[in-house]
């Protein structure tokens, strides 16, 4: 049974970077993909950014692009989402989650009924 787990996120100013964290357990990591997603309260859940853990491919949501970098450690068995020059636009709590379909595709991965597993989530505040 796969397991979640965010953290590393925070309170920063605005312009500042975080690099958050999903430790994935439980499950082989190369069968999984996983996807960050971001809610901000009274908004429906976004999907930023998703990496296929078989052969590393990634997808981005258009507006994260030039500032998201998504990464695994398969020695750590964990996804990163490093955030360069945050915004306040970007406060949010931030989820993973994870597929382990066999026919998972990137670029459907910014989708949430994709994924079958979700972390707690981890808070993202940034101050203007």
């Known amino acids: 049974e796969v397991r979640l787990v965010e953290s590393g996120g925070g309170l920063v100013q605005a312009g500042g970077s975080l690099k958050l964290s999903c430790a994935v357990s439980?499950?082989?990591?190369?069968?999984?993909?996983i996807g960050w997603f971001r809610q901000a309260p009274g908004k429906e859940r976004e999907g930023v950014s998703c990496i296929r853990n078989s052969d590393a491919i990634t997808y981005y949501a258009n507006s994260v692009k030039d500032r998201f970098t998504i990464s695994s450690d398969v020695a750590k068995n964990t996804v990163y989402l490093q955030i360069n020059n945050l915004k306040p636009e970007d406060t949010a709590v931030y989820y993973c989650?994870?597929?382990?379909?066999?026919?998972?595709?990137?670029?459907?991965?910014?989708?949430?009924?994709?994924?079958?597993?979700w972390g707690q989530g981890t808070q993202v505040t940034v101050s203007s």
């Open positions: 989650a994870a597929s382990g379909s066999s026919f998972f595709r990137p670029v459907r991965g910014l989708q949430p009924n994709e994924y079958d597993s």
């Open positions: 439980g499950v082989t990591f190369d069968d999984y993909s």
